[in-house]
Nanobody, 121 residues
Framework: QVQLVESGGGLVQPGGSLRLSCAASGSIFSINVMRWYRQAPGKQRELVATITSGNSTDYADSVKGRFTISRDNAKNTVYLQMNSLKPEDTAVYYC???????????????WGQGTQVTVSS
């Protein structure tokens, strides 16, 4: 079984920064795409940032220029550096990973439990 564990959330003032981490553990052969999503109260879950195994990245328009996604393949960990935070960034942030458990296995989709980010003065 594979587990994704997020950390780094918290309360920050507008304009501040936070760095989220998500570590994958378990029987993992490889991790393809890793993503960060977020869900604000009363809203649908939205895709925030994507990073491929080749380190290609993509961002939602709302976070471009402020957030940076990165990964450490040796640690099976993905990060989200969030700068210039705004109140509208307040949400639960979820890590997502597409994982192969062994050579030739089909890719499987895993989610973390979420970490709360609150931007408020």
């Amino acid at each position: 079984q594979v587990q994704l564990v997020e950390s780094g959330g918290g309360l920050v003032q507008p304009g501040g920064s936070l760095r989220l981490s998500c570590a994958a553990s378990g029987s993992i052969f490889s991790i393809n795409v890793m993503r960060w999503y977020r869900q604000a109260p009363g809203k649908q879950r939205e895709l925030v940032a994507t990073i491929t195994s080749g380190n290609s990245t993509d961002y939602a328009d709302s976070v471009k220029g402020r957030f940076t996604i990165s990964r450490d393949n040796a640690k099976n960990t993905v990060y989200l550096q969030m700068n210039s935070l705004k109140p509208e960034d307040t949400a639960v942030y979820y890590c997502n990973a597409i994982v192969r458990l062994w050579v030739g296995s089909p890719p499987r989709n895993y989610w973390g439990q979420g970490t709360q980010v609150t931007v408020s003065s």
